[in-house]
């Protein structure tokens, strides 16, 4: 069976003297309504069912973590967003402290935005900053002994709560979704850059 129909047509348009059928776009098999995606790889029988159910999927698992990272950052007495570039930190910090172009590559966010977030932190004396030897104009991030307590304070939980929202995945499934979900952010980085790139365009029309 079809993956796809064509929907009934009224418009026509003339081929060496005959009238033919007007092309039409082709509709999702499960109802009158075009497919959301065109990639084949991405549509089976059903049309887009399959590929709409993943949609809906990731948006509830990223709603999920999100409720977990404000849950955890809660116990540490900061904002879900803070409780992410802590733990950036501490996995990226070694000897001598991270910069804040590698936090902001390893989180997928602006400089701007972890300037601002860690200077919260270290307000808060979680955080500490200092000059980097190799480069004048850069700083340096390290946790302080009191935000490696609160981390350590709060280990137990962390754990739990991470082996359960994960552990439906064995050694071969977790190192297969790592290698999908690196692809997907970088094939969704393109798309969010043709959204900028849109919505650029129709804010100079308007403006002309």
């Known amino acids: 069976m079809s993956a796809f129909k064509q929907r009934p ?3 026509r348009r003339r081929t060496n003297g005959r009238r ?5 776009a082709a ?6 309504f075009p497919p959301t995606v065109s990639r084949p790889a991405l549509l089976d029988k059903s049309g887009d069912k399959r590929f709409r159910q993943l949609v809906y999927d990731l948006l509830t698992i990223a709603n999920r973590m ?7 950052g809660r116990r540490l007495k900061i904002s879900g967003p803070q409780y992410s570039v802590l733990m950036a930190i501490m996995q990226l910090q070694g000897d001598k402290g991270v910069g804040v172009s590698a936090l902001a590559r390893l989180l997928h966010v602006s400089t701007a935005f972890v300037a601002t977030e860690t200077g919260k932190l270290g307000q808060v004396g979680l955080v500490t900053k200092r000059a980097d030897p190799d480069d004048g104009r850069a700083v340096r991030l390290s946790l302080t002994r009191a935000g490696r307590a609160q981390i350590d304070r709060n280990g137990a939980e ?13 050694a071969s499934t977790f190192a297969t979704l ?7 952010v970088l094939s969704s980085d ?15 029309a308007a403006a002309e």
């Open 158 to 170: 962390i754990r739990a709560i991470n082996d359960t929202f994960f552990g439906a995945l064995n």
């Open 66 to 72: 999100t409720v977990v990272r404000e849950h955890l």
């Open 20 to 24: 033919v059928p007007a092309p039409v």
């Open 9 to 11: 047509e009224m418009g």
């Open 27 to 32: 509709v999702n098999s499960a109802g009158n």
């Open 178 to 184: 790592s290698n999908i979900m690196a692809t997907l």
């Open 190 to 204: 393109i798309a969010i850059a043709q959204i900028s790139s849109s919505t650029e365009l129709e804010s100079r």
